[in-house]
């Protein structure tokens, strides 16, 4: 098959969209992870190697992404406690990192928009760049994050690291058009537009020569969590038709 990313004919590997270690999924469980996803009529999945498609890269072109999901994985996941916490007038409000590596970062946000605009995944089907997949590719092929403005990420996090995983989609801030993404607690906000961020984004936004800052959200009061909610809620009845599926199904049960 024709490897999207070198279009040599190579055999094709399982590759990871969204890296695995952001799909939480503990390789120790005998039961398989669940994914919570909004797709129409498979609210949630069995997965055990998380989401992939292998329809997308050959080996060598996956191994090009690994650094950069390596270190996404080490920033967010594993060293997530170094950042600090950022508060006004007593409330935390956001997390930051004085220092981090700029074009790892980011190269890895690029791959991930990459890996989805060319993914033929349902969970991806919303990802679609147009004439700019050619412009986002090329910058890859480079290993160039390019400046804060290309394909410029603003980022969000979860004030929980238990959280589900929605399927990415595209919406407008100010007429501008964004990608958002979920990998764990973390929420990007990947720019697919070529015009340039607006405030508050270009303030908040990823670049080099300064902290990451992360916006805090509060995963209780979030439509996320409302969502993922319905969207569990609606698979048990589907999964029990006209069984009646309480909302908290342990509540005064016998345990
Ligand atoms: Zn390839």
């Known amino acids: 098959m024709i490897?999207?990313?070198c279009g040599e004919n190579r055999k094709l590997v399982e590759a990871h969209v969204i890296p695995r270690s952001f799909h939480r999924i503990d390789p120790s469980d005998r039961q398989?992870?669940?994914?919570?996803?909004?797709?129409?009529?498979?609210?949630?999945?069995?997965?055990?190697?998380g989401v992939y498609d292998a329809s997308i890269v050959c080996e060598e072109c996956e191994r090009r992404f690994a650094p950069w999901d390596d270190y996404a994985?080490?920033?967010?996941?594993?060293?997530?406690?170094?950042?600090?916490k950022i508060t006004d007038?007593?409330?935390?409000?956001?997390?930051?990192l004085p220092a981090f590596d700029y074009p790892l970062l980011k190269?890895?946000?690029?791959?991930?928009?990459?890996?989805?605009?060319?993914?033929?995944?349902?969970?991806?089907s919303k990802i679609d760049l147009g004439p700019r997949e050619s412009v986002l590719k090329k910058a890859i092929e480079r290993s160039d994050p390019g400046s804060i403005d290309f394909f410029g990420v603003v980022l969000q996090a979860f004030d929980s690291p238990n959280v589900g995983i929605l399927d990415p989609h595209p919406e407008r801030f100010s007429g501008v058009r964004f990608c958002r993404f979920y990998l764990s607690h973390i929420i990007a906000f990947v720019k697919v537009d070529g015009r340039p961020f607006t405030e508050p984004f270009s303030s908040a936004?990823?670049?080099?020569?300064?902290?990451?800052?992360?916006?805090?959200?509060?995963?209780?009061?979030?439509?996320?969590?409302?969502?993922?909610?319905?969207?569990?809620i609606a698979d048990k009845r589907k999964a029990q038709p006209g069984s009646q599926t309480r909302e908290e199904p342990d509540k005064g049960a016998s345990r």
């Open 3 to 5: 490897c999207r990313f």
């Open 32 to 49: 398989p992870s669940r994914l919570v996803t909004n797709v129409e009529g498979r609210y949630t999945q069995k997965i055990r190697k």
């Open 73 to 84: 994985d080490e920033l967010f996941l594993k060293s997530w406690d170094r950042f600090e």
């Open 89 to 96: 007038r007593g409330h935390e409000i956001g997390y930051s």
């Open 107 to 124: 190269l890895f946000f690029l791959s991930v928009l990459w890996r989805a605009a060319t993914s033929d995944h349902v969970m991806f």
């Open 205 to 232: 936004a990823l670049g080099p020569d300064r902290p990451l800052v992360l916006v805090q959200k509060n995963f209780m009061t979030s439509p996320e969590r409302r969502i993922m909610r319905r969207l569990v």
